[in-house]
């Protein structure tokens, strides 16, 4: 999970992940593929708080297309954006330059980048809750967290965990055969679960929910602790001599 691509506020339109290719990186190419639009009656309520000359408000839209040429595919991205303009001195011209502040909040892209890495040969059910999630981030928090909360009972089902009467059960069943993960699968759990009673989620623990979910991907899936001590364990073992 890169923090810098995964925000609520923007200050520029960061290069996102490809959708297609997941080689190249999606960004802005061209002015002319992103509009923004101050509407009427945004600017009629700017004049009436006398605030005209120093901020503007409106909707943005368009496209990031691929850096890869041979792909080139086009993602639309759209939302909401506050300008603030700020008069700066300008002592070589004597006269005032004026500095655009943008803040753009996303509200939707599409087709979606992936927010986390999904290891090779996970089961397409929990292949399938995860791409969810990713697709609701910037459309409704709070069903995100609530489609995090199922990718964590679909990877219980990849890992071959029984069904028990709760989430939290089968939580406790997988630490007895496999210990060391119970704090990242219940994180997932409590998070779910209000997203799922309150309908709203906080930004930075749905972030994180990411975070702990790619970790467990990594660990559980792709085995990533295990290969590397395997790999230590086989040096430490010749003292580092090749074997014949
Ligand atoms: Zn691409």
Known sequence: VDNKLWKQKYSEIPKFPC???????????????????????????????????????????????????SCDEAVAICGEYVANYEQVYNSYQEAFDVNTKYEYSIAGLNP???????????????????????????VDLGACANKLRVATERLLDHLQVPQRRSLAERIDEFEKIQPGHKAIFDALRHVGNVASHEGKSDFDYVIDCFRLLEFA????????????????????????????
Request: glycine letters at 6%.
């Open 19 to 69: 959708p297609r290719c997941g080689e190249g990186r999606a960004r802005q190419k061209s002015k002319e593929q992103f509009l923004i639009w101050e509407p009427n009656w945004a600017t009629n309520e700017l004049d009436e708080a006398d605030l005209r000359s120093e901020v503007s408000v409106g909707k943005f839209a368009g496209l990031l297309r691929c850096e890869e040429t």
């Open 112 to 138: 979606m980048p992936r927010i986390i890495k999904i290891p090779d040969g996970l089961s397409d059910d929990c292949v399938e809750q995860i791409d969810a999630a990713c697709n609701l981030f910037f």
């Open 217 to 244: 991907l990594e660990e559980l899936v792709e085995n990533r602790s295990a290969s590397i001590a395997a790999a230590a364990s086989k040096i430490v073992a010749t003292k580092g001599k090749p074997v014949p």
